[in-house]
């Protein structure tokens, strides 16, 4: 019972447009959310976040937007750059303050 | 500055070995230390956290054990490996207390049972 859930497992975005990484949720208790971007063999880094009392948050090229009643989110990467080829997980606090992930994104971006 | 350091970055071991995976972290005291793994294709999965010395929470029911002999290791183990172990193991790190504080992520090591 997958509580983050990442549908797209792969997205392919030209260099210079923008990506757009989607991750629903199904527990309304949820209300704090964060992505992280994963190289291979590396350990996954700390991107965006999110609180459940904003619907919006940017930070330079990166925007993360939250649809609470759709139990939505999205990541926007603009412009895409070659740089921001890897795997994003969404992942959400639970009531624990442990993180629930989701199976990830591989964005490539292609030049 | 803190680092947290993963060893081996790459193993292969048989069906019914045993394994040692090590984690430590530099530069900060009483970290909350995390054990993930990431199977082929499946998000991150937390197998054990700790949030001091011999505390530790096991999150999945499995033939694995962590301990924390000191405050700044974190040692996963198993007496016998399953082919189902294969995966990414990943160590992580974050400051001791509540609220949440942001998580910080080892190389990890790619473990493969054969």
């Known amino acids: 019972d997958q509580q983050v859930k990442q549908n797209s497992p792969s997205l392919s975005v030209q260099e210079g447009r923008i990506s757009i990484l989607n991750c629903d949720y199904t527990?309304?208790?949820?209300?704090?959310f964060l992505w992280y971007k994963k190289y291979p063999a590396e350990g996954p880094t700390f991107l965006i976040s999110?609180?459940?009392i904003k619907d919006k948050n940017e930070d330079g090229r990166f925007t993360v937007f939250l649809n609470k009643s759709a139990k939505h989110l999205s990541l926007h990467i603009v412009p895409s750059q070659p740089g921001d080829s890897a795997v994003y997980f969404c992942?959400?606090?639970?009531?624990?303050?442990?993180?629930?992930w989701g199976a990830g994104t591989k964005l490539i971006i292609k030049p | 500055s803190q680092t947290i350091h993963q060893w081996p970055a790459t193993l292969v071991q048989p069906v019914g070995s045993p394994l040692s995976l090590e984690c430590t972290v530099e530069?900060?005291?009483?970290?909350?230390l995390y054990w993930y793994r990431q199977a082929a294709g499946r998000g991150l999965q937390l197998l054990f956290y700790?949030?001091?010395?011999?505390?530790i929470s096991s999150e999945v029911p499995q033939n694995l054990s962590a301990s924390r002999p000191q405050d700044r290791q974190f040692i996963l183990s198993s007496k016998k490996l399953l082919l189902s172990d294969s995966g990414f193991y990943l160590c992580?790190?974050?400051?001791?207390?509540?609220?949440?504080?942001?998580?910080?992520f080892g190389p990890g090591t790619r473990l493969t049972v054969l």
């Open positions: 992942a959400a606090l639970d009531s624990n303050y442990q993180l629930i």
């Open positions: 527990n309304s208790m949820f209300d704090y």
């Open positions: 999110i609180s459940s």
């Open positions: 530069g900060t005291s009483n970290p909350n």
């Open positions: 700790s949030v001091g010395i011999g505390q």
């Open positions: 992580a790190w974050s400051k001791g207390g509540l609220p949440y504080n942001e998580q910080f």
